[in-house]
């Protein structure tokens, strides 16, 4: 089983960028895995940001990230990654890389329908 791990959080003013990446901790291929970022604040649900398809043609994002923030994925290497640019405080979050069993080929906002957790990056936002 693949087990994710993400890396590039941070703090940034509001209105900056950041880009997460998740990779694969166990070496296995994240290639045939429809892949989602979560992210969950202090005290909040936590909630869909962004998914894609295994072949990266298909996307999904929250309304609240919408032309802001950009899924991606390269299987040759193995990542899939998160740009997020025009930050908001409201963005403020533990942001989680998670990744579908192979039956399910296709990005799903419910975080039910994912399989494999990674265990967070932190990103903070100050206004």
């Known amino acids: 089983q693949v087990q994710p791990v993400e890396s590039g959080g941070g703090s940034v003013q509001a209105g900056g960028s950041l880009r997460l990446s998740c990779a694969s901790a166990?070496?296995?291929?994240?290639?045939?895995?429809?892949m989602g970022w979560f992210r969950q604040a202090p005290g909040k649900e936590r909630e869909f940001v962004a998914a894609i398809r295994w072949s990266g043609t298909t996307t999904d994002y929250a309304d609240s990230v919408k032309g802001r923030f950009t899924i991606s994925r390269d299987n040759a290497k193995n990542k899939v990654y998160l740009q997020m640019d025009s930050l908001k405080p409201e963005d403020t979050a533990v942001y989680y890389c998670?990744?579908?069993?192979?039956?399910?080929?296709?990005?799903?906002?419910?975080?039910?329908?994912?399989?494999?957790w990674g265990q967070g990056t932190q990103v903070t936002v100050s206004s």
């Open positions: 998670a990744a579908r069993s192979t039956d399910y080929s296709g990005p799903s906002s419910n975080k039910d329908n994912y399989h494999y």
């Open positions: 166990s070496g296995r291929t994240f290639s045939r895995y429809a």
